[in-house]
């Protein structure tokens, strides 16, 4: 059964829609700058991508019609921006038959530790019981904690009443929706599905917890020039924060309804890495298996594909892993690849960055474009494939392209995405 692409949604550091971010991505505008969401004065990193107004919300989607607005986080007020544009995209603002409407989204679980919501929980309950008082939170707090939040109140808002999917795999997690999403398509349980992923990364929590494993780069006296992914100089990723959102239904229910096809989801892949929590193999293994396994999923022949939208995150193991992974699965044919990293303008958007990057990539099919990884500055040699450094280049005749996330924890998504 064919899947096509008939909605795209996406807010990012860089965009408010879908189009800005990818004019912005072309011009090689990057969304990094000293972090305002809170005072990072202290912090070995002290910038990040960041979002710097929410954009309005209105009628069932700001949820002033039933009692939820307070369930409304950031993480979920961005997922739901990204899914209005991308159902108005494809012309669904109401669905012929909501049981047959499928959401599936990737988010992680809320970051505060128990202790943290405890304290909050004692503003309203003095109780100094732990347990008692994380009970004592307001309504909606502590359901705003959960990784499936995002999905359900998706779902609830739009009104699909089909399978609802949460994926928690750290920087997989969109991907994995969205492969998710593909699997219900084809299997016969939906004929729609809104497939994509949220992430709110710009908080003390994440901040600290990644410079303690050393993971963020500490350019803080260059923010803009901080995320350079496959350069030699790299010394860790960027945060951000933003959502993607694709629109997916099978090619037969999209041509009934005289929707517009923007793309084609043609496979997915899935793997794990089974090596270490916060390490990608040296020699590619992990990401071999997932582009690999997605390739055949496509039933297309590696040589088919033109384009790699990487994960490339900035991080001295992670770029090389992804290098020796795409060379191991291309062959020769690696030299013939056009590769770059969305990553180095947005920074890292991990439970959404797979949603934005397949949004991203979709574009650069349709438009026969592909945007520069910035940065690149001093290549590497031990990664030499055609990173697209500096400038946009024109890509006449681009049909096939892969998009790839490998998660904390080693899990790895890909997507094998098509032209219209």
Not at 87 to 109: N, Q
Not at 211 to 233: I, M, Q, Y
Not at 266 to 287: M, Q
Request: aromatic share 4%; proline share 5%.
């Amino acid at each position: 059964m064919n899947v096509v692409v008939t909605g795209l949604g996406a807010v990012t550091p860089v965009g408010q829609d879908a189009p800005s971010t990818f004019a912005a991505l072309l011009a090689g505008r990057s969304g990094v700058r000293g972090i305002e969401h809170f005072d990072a004065s202290g912090f070995d990193t002290r910038f990040a991508a960041q979002i710097r107004e929410l954009p309005l919300l209105e009628g069932k989607w700001a949820a002033t019609d039933w009692d939820a607005a307070e369930l409304l986080d950031r993480k979920t007020r961005l997922l739901l921006t990204s899914t209005r544009e991308a159902l108005e995209t494809a012309g669904l603002m109401s669905f012929p038959d909501p049981d047959r409407v499928a959401v599936c989204v990737g988010s992680e679980g809320g970051r505060k530790l128990l202790e943290e919501v405890a304290v909050r929980a004692r503003e309203y309950n003095p109780d100094p019981t732990l347990e008692r008082a994380a009970y004592a939170l307001p309504r909606g707090e502590w359901a705003k904690t959960r990784s499936g939040h995002p999905a359900r109140i998706l779902a609830t808002i739009a009104g699909a009443r089909g399978p609802v999917r949460s994926v928690c795999t750290a920087c997989t997690s969109a991907g994995g929706a969205i492969a998710e999403a593909l699997y219900l398509l084809r299997a016969g349980h939906a004929d729609i599905a809104l497939a994509g992923g949220t992430d709110t990364l710009v908080e003390a929590f994440m901040v600290s917890g990644f410079s303690l494993l050393g993971a963020l780069s500490t350019r803080n006296d260059d923010p803009v020039g901080a995320s350079r992914p496959f350069d030699k100089e790299r010394d860790g990723f960027v945060l951000g924060e933003g959502s993607g959102m694709l629109i997916l239904e099978t090619e037969e229910h999209a041509r009934r309804r005289g929707a517009p096809i923007l793309g084609r989801l043609l496979g997915a892949g899935l793997s794990n890495n089974a090596y270490r929590i916060t390490d990608s193999p040296p020699d590619g293994t992990g990401p071999l298996v997932s582009m690999n396994a997605a390739i055949a999923d496509a039933g297309i022949r590696p040589e088919e594909v033109g384009y790699i939208n990487a994960h490339g995150t900035s991080t001295l193991m992670n770029d090389l892993s992804e290098t020796r992974g795409i060379r191991r699965a291309f062959g020769a044919h690696a030299d013939e690849l056009l590769v770059t990293s969305t990553k180095s303008m947005i920074g890292h958007l991990v439970a959404a960055c797979g949603a934005v990057e397949a949004v991203v990539t979709l574009l650069s099919l349709r438009e026969q474009m592909v945007h520069p990884t910035l940065n690149l500055q001093t290549p590497d040699p031990e990664c030499d494939l055609d990173y697209v450094a500096g400038v946009a280049r024109p890509v006449p005749g681009l049909s096939v392209a892969l998009s790839n996330s490998f998660g904390f924890g080693g899990c790895n998504a890909t997507l094998v995405l098509g032209a219209p």
